[in-house]
């Protein structure tokens, strides 16, 4: 079966930087998007960043030009790095992956990460 595995987070001050990795298995197939949300338990889950089925980025508004999204070197892993980290990016990170077919596609989210910006 399908597992995402991410890794990275952890306390950090205010201005600083992370980066989150995401690992792959279970799957010979490629990901058609894969990228990465956040939750605070109070709020609906967004999405900070991803590769979209056509191989575009987006990024959420709030993160733009502070975080970086790519492809890892290894097939089905994908990084975030989070500069200029600010209190509200505080959040529990998770990478999500899909696969889109003919006959449908099925997604899956890893267990999450930590992230705490303290001020």
């Known amino acids: 079966q399908v597992q995402l595995v991410e890794s990275g987070g952890g306390l950090v001050q205010a201005g600083g930087s992370l980066r989150l990795s995401c690992v792959a298995s279970?799957?010979?197939?490629?990901?058609?998007?894969m990228g990465w949300y956040r939750q605070t338990p109070g709020k609906q889950r967004e999405l900070v960043a991803q590769f979209t089925t056509d191989n575009r980025i987006e990024y959420a508004d709030s993160v733009k030009g502070r975080f970086t999204i790519s492809r890892g070197d290894v097939k089905n892993t994908v990084s975030l790095l989070m500069n200029d980290l600010k209190p509200e990016d505080t959040a529990t990170y998770y990478c999500?992956?899909?696969?889109?077919?003919?006959?449908?596609?099925?997604?899956?989210w890893g267990q999450g990460t930590q992230v705490t910006v303290s001020s």
């Open positions: 279970g799957t010979d197939d490629n990901f058609t998007s």
């Open positions: 999500a992956a899909s696969i889109l077919s003919g006959h449908g596609g099925n997604g899956w």
